[in-house]
């Protein structure tokens, strides 16, 4: 008895021995406590998250308040869209707005990440009618939009004010300097978690702007000016306007700068008293007019045969969507550039 005895007490301790033993690692993670490699593999992910939330950016004179990352952004122009390409965020995009331009208006090396994301239908507006509606918009229960200043007009798709009564939040891409385009790739690079990609792209371009500017500072200035329409009173880039500013980016002196207004309506008479040396052409996939038939004009209109740049032959046209803010602005600066001061380059 006394034996059995013995045998029940070590058997019992033997199995409080093998209960009390320390889990294996296995065990941790299965009863929920992390392993020391699980919390390193996390820590590294939030180090690598590239933005905190809530995080405030600063826009177009508004603050907008982001408490993470939008889920259904869409973009109202092919600029924009191009930033969520360079940035490798393209698929994110649930709708892209054509406006003015096609994918084929795209650079190239941007084009396959911009093919397949759906098209919003255009209607009608005061300016070019080729913007969505705001319900078009709206059926995609969007959650961000980024697009330009006539994006958020409530003549072509609607006020910023009507996305916020949505409860969209939007971006507006600056238009006031080439140094604009930088802050739209860190601001959208920070709201998507791709922080590092931005800086990298940044750092990029802003060579290629230094490189640009490097081969013109010494350079006199030469008077220019950026024209559309046809037949009637010309339109030309006043010195509100971003294509104006481009303009003096790459090395000229807009001819109409002290003209208040983006596009403003001008005179045959006033172009022939500012006698630019060096006339650019905006060419668009929506223009009523194509842009052979505006050169043809410009070349054979006889009251302004005299002007320099039409009897130089110094027409130049430019790609409209390499005007539009964008990643695209520094191959149309070096382009203007190039044009002006071709022995330069």
Known sequence: MKKVKRLLIFGLALLLVCCSKTPSKVEKEQTGTKSEEAIERDKKTTDNSDSSFPMTIVNNGREIVFENSPKRPVALTYPSATIFAALGISNHLVGLAEGMYNLEDVKEEYRDALKDIPVLKAGKNENTGVAPSFETVLELNPDFAMGNVYSFMAKNIAD????????????????????????????????????????????????????????????????????????????????????????????????????????????????????????????YASSVVPIDEKISFLKNKEEIKNVNAIKNDRIVIVKFIDLDPGIQNFDVLEYMAKSLYPDDF
């Not at 004010?161 to 006031?176: E, Q, V």
């Not at 003209?259 to 006033?270: H, I, N, P, R, Y």
């Open 160 to 283: 910023q004010k009507d996305f916020d009564a949505n409860h969209i939040k939007t971006y507006c891409s600056g238009d006031k300097s080439i140094k604009d385009v930088y802050a739209d790739i860190e601001n959208i690079g920070k709201i998507f978690g791709v922080s590092d990609k931005a800086q990298q792209l940044i750092a990029e371009l802003q060579q290629r702007e230094e490189n640009i500017k490097s081969k013109i500072k010494d350079k006199q200035p030469l008077g220019a000016i950026m024209y559309d329409c046809f037949g009637t009173d010309p339109f030309v880039a006043g010195g509100s306007s971003y294509q104006g500013i481009l303009l003096e980016e790459a090395g000229a002196r807009n001819l109409f700068g002290d003209t208040q207004g983006l596009w403003v309506k001008t005179s045959w008479e006033a172009l022939i008293d500012k006698n630019p040396d060096v006339i650019f052409v905006p060419d």
